[in-house]
C-alpha cells in the first residue's frame, strides 16, 4: 500500500504538469480564436489539449486510493472544524474518483451500459462540493490567522509608546482598508495558506461553469486552472509550502 501511495504522489505531479500544460492550451485558444489566420494554430491547440486531458485519466486512476488515505488522515485531525471539512471534503473527492474512474472505463470502451452525462454530472457536482468545503476550511485557518496578528500586534503597541485604544483595526480610516491590511499580513505570515487558497479559488471557476452556477468564458477558466496547476506544481517541488493540518 504505501509503495502505491508514492507512485500516486509521484503521478499527482505529472498530472498537475498536464493540467497546466492543458489549461495554458485553452488560454492560448480562447485568446487566438478571435483573430484572422490562427486557424490552423487553434486546431493544434484543440488537438494537444484533447491529448493531454486523455494523459491525465491515466494518471488519474489511482487517486481514489489516495483519497481514501486522506480521509482516514483527516478523521484524526485535533481541531473539529478542520477535521469536519476535510473529511467531508476528501469523501467527496472519494467519490468524485470514483466516478472519474467510471467515465474513464467507459472511454476505453470497456463497458458501454455507462450514461456518460450523468456520470459527468456527478463528477464535477462532487467536485465542487470538495473545493466548497476546502475553501471553507481555509476560511477558517485565515480568521485563525487574522486573530493571531491581531493579538501580536495589540501585544507589541501595549508595551510601545503608541497611546492606548490604537489597534489594527483603526489605523486606517476606512474599516475596510483595516480588514484588508490585516488581511495581508495574515497570509503574508502563512504562505502554504495563502497557496492553499489560491489553487481552491481558481479551481472553482471549473465546476461553477460546467454545473452552470457561474458561466465563465473559456479564456477565464483557462487562467484560473493555469494557476491553480502552478500553485499545485509549487506545492509538491517545495512540501513544506503545502497547508499542513493538525
Known sequence: MDAFIRFTNQSQGRDRLFRATQHACMLLRYLLESRAGKEAVVTKLKRLESSVSTGRKWFRLGNVVHAIQATEQSIQVTDLVPRFCLTLANLNRVVYYICDTVLWVQSVGLTSGVNRERWQVWATRHYYYFLLLSLARDLYEILLQMERVARD????????????????????????????????????????????????????????????IYKSNLGVVGLGGLVSSLAGLITIVYPQLKLKTH
Not at 168 to 183: I, K, N
Not at 186 to 198: E, G, I, N, Q, Y
Request: glycine share 4%; charged share 25%; proline share 8%.
Open 153 to 212: 500586534r495589540a501585544k507589541r503597541e501595549k508595551s510601545s509608546r503608541d497611546p492606548p485604544g490604537y489597534s489594527v483595526v483603526t489605523e486606517d480610516t476606512d474599516w475596510l482598508q483595516s480588514f484588508l491590511l490585516l488581511l495581508f499580513r495574515s497570509l503574508k505570515r502563512h504562505p502554504p495558506l495563502l497557496l492553499d487558497t489560491v489553487k481552491n479559488l481558481c479551481d472553482i471557476l471549473i465546476p461553477l461553469n460546467h454545473l452552470g
